[in-house]
């Protein structure tokens, strides 16, 4: 078998040493050319040129989500084809490895490396569905190309925490947990629009459900974790299905203690609820519009502002080692 490692030397949770073993592991029981990334986007040309070739079989990512995610745009740059595109396999060696984790792969880079090498001897593999979300045709938006996700994207609050915690990162603070929380909590206080929100769900052939705060869009459940713990946004959310959402239309003192509880009891049986809440299960097609431009996230990464994205839930999308 040929395969094509992708690292990123920035990976948070593994070391050169760290690295150098899981190489030599792996082009033991395979052809494995290993690139290491040294530009934003490397990793999704990387996949693309995997995608066009004639003889790689495997695309490894070695990295957190955000690596992950270029690889996937990579692969999929033509579209979906499961059936003729490499295999994808993910070594976690970001902070939360949320991808990895859904898959039911251990969180440690080693111990992944060894359960994946026993899945590709054993010949085990799943068709996972992805998400894809462009700029809305017709809007101010419609010039943004379209692009995949793996495990979920956001519209406002969320996206705007996580635009907070680049700008500390890039400010030499380590992604941690509690960097998150810290994040969560100036939003918080700092957010505009939590009593009257700007956002409205468009589905067709459904009335729009508007003056939204927020919205999480889930490809696949636990939403995220906080250090072991999974938190389930969208509990019914699969990668065997299209996609979840689930939204708010209040940021009250109260209703964000009463939300941030539940999700922080949160189990794969019960995840947010209430008046305030709304809970959308397996879309196929749907539109965030806003009324203002809004911080946008997918896979944990900050895009920018967004005003209106149409999402697509893709079932059968590419096919992953597990």
């Known amino acids: 078998m040929r395969a094509l490692l992708v690292v990123n030397p920035a990976a948070t949770t593994t070391s050169a040493r760290t690295r150098d073993v899981l190489i030599h592991a792996l082009a033991s029981e395979m052809k494995l050319e290993a690139v290491t990334t040294e530009y934003r986007g490397h ?49 976690p060696g970001g ?16 111990e992944a490396t060894g359960a994946i090498l026993d899945a590709l ?11 894809l979300a462009a700029g809305t045709p017709g809007t101010e938006d419609e010039g943004v190309p379209a692009r995949w996700f793996t495990f979920c994207a956001g519209l406002g609050f969320d996206a705007s925490v996580i635009g907070r915690v680049e700008q500390q990162r ?29 956002i409205t ?19 696949t459940t636990p939403w995220t974790y906080l250090g072991n713990r999974p938190v389930y946004a969208s509990p019914e959310a699969s990668f065997d299905t299209a996609l979840d959402v689930v939204a708010l239309s209040k940021l009250s ?7 941030a509880t539940q999700l922080l009891t949160s189990t794969p049986e019960r995840g947010p609820r209430g008046k305030h809440a709304v809970t ?30 149409t999402f697509t839930g893709v079932r059968r999308a590419l096919r992953v080692i597990v």
């Open 43 to 91: 990793a999704r040309d990387l996949g693309r040129r995997a995608a066009d070739s004639d003889d790689i079989e495997l695309v490894v990512a070695l990295g957190g989500d955000g690596t992950v995610n270029e690889v996937v745009n990579g692969l999929l740059h033509d579209g979906p084809d499961p059936d003729r595109l490499p295999r994808l396999a993910v070594v």
């Open 95 to 110: 902070s939360t490895n949320v991808f990895a984790r859904a898959l039911g792969l251990p969180n440690d880079a080693v």
């Open 121 to 131: 001897r054993d010949r085990t593999e799943r068709t996972v569905g992805l998400g």
């Open 170 to 198: 890039e400010r030499g603070k380590r992604s941690t947990h509690a960097l998150y929380m810290r994040q969560v909590v100036r939003q918080f206080l700092d957010e505009p629009h939590r009593r009257h929100g700007p």
């Open 201 to 219: 769900i468009e589905r067709p052939g459904e009335d729009p459900v508007s003056n939204l705060v927020l919205s999480i869009i889930c490809n």
């Open 253 to 259: 003192t109260a209703a964000v203690t009463r939300y």
């Open 280 to 309: 959308l299960h397996d879309l196929t097609d749907f539109t965030l519009n806003s009324k203002v431009p809004l911080p946008f996230q997918m896979d944990g990464d900050h895009l920018g502002l967004r005003t209106s994205v």
